[in-house]
């Protein structure tokens, strides 16, 4: 639930990870909240650390008393280090390596997890973009997403032995270019073409 009692700066905050997620501020206002709280945190703890081995000296370490943070205040830090975790792992971030040409194992290495797991990461990024290209998700179908067409690529690519031999092949052969962000359908490039409607998966 989120909290409406206490009185801190940053006002009330998400206390479960569900919330944070559909809370009002964006990824930086998020970010901000968190470093918030994590340094008057690291503060608080720090001077009741000094205090019990009496080394504490106002001169140096200042005047300031920092609150501890309350319990709703550590839930909130829980629930946005999720939500910011989440975003940064998103998997648009994965797809974007392995349409660049980054091998499975590369990929993997920079995630810290298996080759498999990067790939089965892939397949459900395309399911998802898949999903709102068809309206599965109660949205309107058609206007964003991966298409029929996109989605086979898609899965045809994530079955690839090594995402950079893919491009090499796009290099000599004609090739489905497959559009995730804006909309419209997939197309076909000529060996060598490099897609000019932004972010496209080949």
Do not use: F
């Not at 395309?126 to 999903?131: K, M, P, Y």
């Amino acid at each position: 639930m989120t909290d409406h009692s206490d009185s801190r700066p940053g006002g009330t905050g998400p206390t479960t990870c569900n919330e944070a997620e559909g809370y009002d501020w964006d990824i930086v206002k998020a970010q901000a909240r968190y470093h918030e709280l994590t340094d008057r945190d690291l503060y608080a703890r720090s001077r009741a650390t000094l205090e019990e081995r009496g080394e504490y000296d106002p001169a140096r370490h200042g005047t300031g008393e920092p609150e501890p943070l309350t319990v709703s205040e550590r839930l909130e830090l829980l629930a946005s280090g999720e939500v910011l975790a989440e975003y940064y792992r998103h998997p648009v971030n994965l797809a974007r390596a392995a349409e660049a040409g980054a091998s499975w194992e590369q990929i993997a290495a920079a995630r810290g997890t298996s080759a498999e797991q990067a790939r089965q990461d892939y397949r459900e990024w395309a399911e998802g973009q898949h999903n709102l290209w068809t309206g599965k998700w109660g949205n309107e179908p058609g206007r964003s997403g991966l298409d029929d067409a996109g989605y086979a690529a898609a899965a045809a690519w994530a079955d690839a032995p090594d995402p950079g031999a893919a491009r090499a092949y796009a290099d000599t052969h004609r090739v489905l270019c497959a559009h995730a962000d804006d909309g419209r359908p997939a197309h076909w490039l000529e060996p060598g073409e490099r897609c000019t409607r932004g972010e496209a998966g080949q």
